[in-house]
């Protein structure tokens, strides 16, 4: 069982990757912004932390360069997480040394892969081995509903671009 700071300001990513690791028997904190998850460092002592790259106040980037350059939290894993859609700095990802990076919505297998890797690291200061990952297939209404959710909103400015253009296009058809 690993602690986990997720720091994601998306309530639908919040709750996927939650639901996921929870359902792992892991102990997970949420957090909606970068300033929360700093503070809440501390108190949680985690053993991976994912972070959202574009979080309002701290931004991923930023919490996982103080984490793995502060000293205060040797050993802990730092993930960044990025919207399927959502472009990331990959020169920043290795400047700040994050572990890895996952796409959102999050699929199962890699979220506890993660966690799987990261608990043969650390684990509460001792070196564990990492245990076989089990392969999980999540049929859940809300995470699918998550996922379309997140995907929509990614693309709802080019939609409601589009139908504007229509809209307008076939009213000044009629005023001629």
């Known amino acids: 069982m690993s602690r986990i700071l997720l ?39 985690p053993d991976v932390v994912f972070a959202d790259v574009s979080m309002p106040g701290v931004s991923g980037y930023e919490l996982c360069e103080y984490i793995k350059t502060s ?24 400047r700040v040394r994050a572990d890895g990076v996952l796409k959102k919505p999050f699929e199962a297998t890699a979220l ?5 890797q990261a608990s043969g690291t650390r684990s509460r200061g001792k070196s564990v081995a990492a245990g076989p990952v089990r392969s999980v297939v999540v049929l859940d209404p809300d995470q699918i509903r998550a996922a379309v959710t997140l995907a929509v909103d990614a693309s ?20 001629k």
């Open 71 to 94: 000293g205060a939290h040797p050993g802990t894993r730092v993930l960044l997480t990025v919207g399927a859609v959502e472009a990331f700095d990959e020169a920043a990802v290795e």
């Open 7 to 45: 720091a994601d300001d998306s309530p639908h990513a919040q709750r996927m990757g939650e639901r996921i690791l929870r359902d792992e028997g892991h102990v997970v904190v949420t957090v909606t912004d970068g300033n929360t998850a700093m503070v809440r460092l501390k108190d949680v002592d």
């Open 112 to 116: 506890l892969a993660a966690v799987g």
């Open 156 to 175: 709802m400015g080019g939609m409601v671009d589009q139908i504007t253009e229509r809209v307008l296009s076939a009213l000044n058809g009629k005023r």
